[in-house]
């Protein structure tokens, strides 16, 4: 894989990390405050989200692989706390 390639895919792994933990982070802030509609929609998506990236994040053993993916989440968790924050101040 050439080094442009391998930069899209470590890209796009962390990317789809943070996309499924910004809705945990949301759904969970939702869930607590007993917004029942978004933590519906948005529980929802996250099924979806996980379904769609069980093929890929599962397959990779790279060291780089699992430190980006773990970057995304964490970058996942301050964004759906801050979309937590902007949705419902």
């Not at 050439?2 to 969970?28: C, E, F, I, M, W």
Request: hydrophobic share 45%; proline share 2%; aromatic share 10%.
């Amino acid at each position: 894989m050439g080094r442009l390639s391998r930069s899209l895919s470590l890209t796009t792994l962390g990317a789809k990390a943070a996309a499924q933990v910004t809705l945990v982070s949301l759904n969970t802030y939702q869930v607590a405050h007993g917004h029942l509609p978004g933590a519906f929609v948005v529980g929802c998506a996250i099924s979806w989200l996980w379904w769609a990236n069980a093929g890929s994040a599962g397959k990779s053993q790279s060291r780089a692989d699992g430190f980006v993916y773990g970057l995304g989440a964490g970058i996942g968790s301050v964004l759906g706390l801050l979309i937590s924050r902007w949705l419902y101040p």
